[in-house]
């Protein structure tokens, strides 16, 4: 209450002070109030050189004191400012705690210095080719003249572009090398636009390329252009040229010497073991355990050989990749008795053999399913001297649904798990099959048992085993090839309640009967930031179920349903992709799409696709507007009579598109406004689901639409995400026409909690 009584007063005097926010500033000063237009003028004819716009906006980029989204855009109400100029800094005490809570200085017309602002801004567009262009900015004030905004206005004048390019004399090989490095770039073109970021960039190109040519001293500072404007109008002449101050031995190449490599204990210590092998000397401390060619496998120097960055990096790739050492250090050192020759030294550091960890964490799923949960891990690094790593994965968890619905819900549950996987850092596969050396694959066999419980419906135990393969093509691109997968899911326990709904519709029913799944599926994705604003993330899966089972059992005679171990085993093919693309606008501010698309059917010796295979939407991560499971499929409503009729809304067909711009509020808190769109639909029609069938005429009305806004509180390694959806458009029949149909406003909201982002 003592708190209340001098919080109160405080705010009295805000309100009645005018809130005045210029108050306690000098004669002189005048509050900077943000930018109220950034004006870029290109010449008549011509078009802004890339990013130019995105550069000169952040070169402004200084924040007022309520800036909101960007210096353009403010909240309305200063409230440290207010503070600064009406309420006095008391000495101690809680006021005085209060005060240093609340206040913001004033930023200043002079803090900013606009006039630095143009000057970086003239250096921009010198960088992009404009050397005739010039920035100025003018102050816009109101009825308070302690008060501005600015006002930006640039003229770029005319674009500058490249005219020739003459090469070094190729009278040296490193000359020569330079040359066809210069040749090989597109950009460096009679007519491409003069660009310092894009010459940088075959700087880099040309010191990569002579450090992969044994030139490992050269850095490309040493690679230096001469720019001649004056021979035809708004052309340049480029010339490459070496540095002047290109220290000793940049210009030679060397070759590699002695290869020697240390594996230390994690303790320290130890008995030194040396091996002699054709990739260097290895010296193992004991004891320890080490498959006799591992080391050498991952060793990508040869003693003789030019020295190359690109054997480095790969070696230091393919030594962390074991997942055995928990430090690689490799050094070059001259060799004082030999001309142009590098010792490589390669020191690694065992990690410790055993490894335990006890998580209490929130779970968060796709389904808004969220609960405490526990995960209890043991894993046993370099099992067998191979690199081979053994995970055992016991977890626990309780869940509650949010949502819309989430009083009504009847799906709170427990799930408990335990899983063991067993991974070789290497392809388990006949010497017939090619591979690759570049990228280190792995070979992985997991066991796996679940117990769900649902209690007011069923419990169920599934049980699995898979043999699969990952390999990267790339940095960018990486593939898992499952070889064989068996999951064996059976009810253990059905309520009355979950039978009578079974009974009602027997294609649902079909779907949760006891059966095997043996599988077959391979995966691609494909992740790659192409710059620091543009991002791609493509990943497609394909699976079948039960063909070659199917095709064994067909040629030995077996007519009708076929089973095994006397269960009937699925038999179906699924395909899922999504293509996600984040752009980022200003700053920490993206637009981040997704587009998911997946079908399933079912043939042969099975009539439904396994109800675990079946797609829904709605929820955490999918249309936030909707309860999971709460649309589809297509236009089908379950019947107001029917009470929790969420086992029938799921699909073998899924569209979803999603559109989210996510943008930086204060701190660790970052804020969210998105647009959800999908349904599913099935692929067979099923009478007691009317409208559910995919069609194309009512591909558009059926898609379920939303939109809303998001807190997300980012900490790095965990982000703890609240989303409210509010409905516009749901697929079934609501009793109102138009495409706003939904049926209230407040029945149109759905709140959901989760960890970790959308997508």
């Known amino acids: 209450m003592k708190s209340l009584r001098l919080i109160i007063p405080i705010v009295s005097a805000l309100l009645i002070s005018a809130c005045s926010t210029t108050r306690r500033l000098g004669e002189e000063d005048i509050l900077y109030t943000g930018v109220k237009r950034t004006a870029i003028v290109p010449d008549s004819g011509q078009t802004l050189a890339p990013g130019l716009s995105d550069n000169v906006k952040e070169a402004v980029n200084v924040k007022p004191n309520n800036c909101l989204i960007s210096p353009s855009v403010r909240y309305p109400f200063p409230l440290g400012l207010w503070v600064y100029n009406n309420w006095p800094n008391p000495p101690k005490g809680f006021r005085h705690w209060l005060y240093e809570k609340l206040v913001e200085e004033p930023v200043l017309i002079s803090d900013v210095r606009p006039e630095v602002r143009t000057e970086m801004i003239d250096q921009i567009l010198d960088n992009h080719g404009y050397f005739r262009g010039h920035a100025s900015y003018e102050l816009a004030q109101g009825k308070n003249k302690k008060k501005a905004s600015i006002i930006y206005n640039v003229h770029t004048g005319p674009q500058y572009y490249i005219d020739t390019v003459m090469l070094m004399p190729d009278t040296l090989r490193l000359y020569h090398l330079i040359d066809s490095v210069v040749q090989k770039c597109d950009y460096m073109r009679g007519g491409s636009r003069y660009d310092t970021d894009s010459l940088n960039e075959v700087r880099v190109r040309i010191a990569n390329a002579l450090r992969n040519k044994g030139y490992y001293f050269f850095k490309p500072d040493y690679v230096e252009y001469l720019a001649d404007s004056t021979i035809t109008p708004q052309r340049i002449a480029l010339r490459v040229v070496l540095a002047g101050n290109i220290p000793k031995g940049a210009d030679q190449v060397y070759t590699t010497g002695t290869i020697t490599t240390r594996v230390l204990r994690n303790q320290g210590g130890g008995t030194p073991d040396t091996m002699h092998t054709k990739r260097g000397t290895v010296i193992q401390m004991k004891p320890s355990r080490l498959r006799q060619n591992l080391i050498p496998s991952c060793i990508r120097f040869r003693e003789g050989k030019i020295l190359t960055v690109r054997d480095m990096n790969r070696t230091q790739t393919y030594l962390s990749r074991l997942g055995i050492f928990n430090g690689v250090e490799i050094n070059v050192i001259p060799d004082t008795t030999k001309h142009n020759v590098l010792n490589v030294d390669i020191n690694c550091t065992f990690d410790k053999p055993m490894e335990a960890s006890i998580e209490v964490n929130a779970t968060s799923k796709s389904n808004s399913y969220i609960g405490p949960g526990v995960d209890l891990k043991l894993t046993s690094h370099n099992l067998f001297g191979g690199g081979e790593q053994l995970n055992i994965d016991l977890t626990g968890s309780y869940e509650w649904q949010t949502g819309r619905d989430k009083h009504n819900s009847v799906f709170n549950s427990y799930e408990i798990g335990l899983n063991t996987s067993l991974a070789f850092p290497r392809l388990l596969a006949p010497r017939f099959i090619p591979r690759t050396r570049r990228e280190l694959s792995w070979t992985r066999i ?3 048992a679940d117990l769900l419980n649902r209690p007011h419906y069923f419990r169920m135990a599934q049980f699995n085993a898979s043999f699969n393969y990952d390999w990267r093509v790339n940095r960018y691109i990486t593939n898992t090839l499952t070889l064989f997968k068996l999951t064996y899911t059976k009810l253990l326990h059905t309520t009355h309640e979950f039978d009578s709904i079974m009974s009602q519709n027997r294609a649902i029913a079909l779907s949760f009967q006891s059966q095997f799944i043996p599988q077959i599926a391979y995966t691609y994705n494909y992740d790659r930031y192409f710059d620091r604003d543009n991002g791609i993330s493509w990943t497609f899966t394909v699976q079948e179920a039960g063909n070659v089972f199917w095709a064994i059992w067909q040629a030995a005679g077996k007519k009708g ?37 997946g079908a399933a059917h079912a043939y042969g010796n099975s009539s439904q696709v396994p109800y675990a295979e079946q797609f829904y939407v709605g929820g955490a991560n999918s249309v936030r507007a909707f309860t999971v499971r709460s649309i589809g499929p297509g236009s089908y409503r379950v019947p107001s009579d029917m ?10 067909f899924k569209f979803e598109f999603n559109v989210e711009y996510r943008f930086p509020i204060i701190g660790p808190l970052h804020g969210a406004v998105f647009f959800d769109s999908g349904n599913v639909w099935l692929l067979k029609n099923d009478p007691q689901r009317p409208g559910g069938l995919l069609q194309g005429k009512s591909f558009l009305r059926d898609l379920a639409t939303g939109t809303g806004a998001g807190l997300r509180v980012d900490i790095g390694m965990l982000v703890i995400r609240g989303d409210l959806g509010i409905g516009i458009h749901a697929p079934y029949d609501t009793g109102k026409s138009g495409y706003y149909n939904m049926e209230s406003f407040k029945k149109s909201l759905a709140f959901h909690l989760a960890i970790g982002y959308p997508f």
Do not use: M
């Open 561 to 597: 349903e076929k089973e095994l171990f006397d269960t009937p085993f699925s038999q179906f093919i699924k395909g899922t992709t999504q293509l996600v693309y984040n752009r980022r606008l200003i700053g920490d501010h993206w637009l981040v799409t997704r587009a998911a698309v």
């Open 643 to 652: 009470v929790n009729g969420y086992f029938d809304q799921t699909g073998t």
């Open 446 to 448: 997991t066991l796996g």
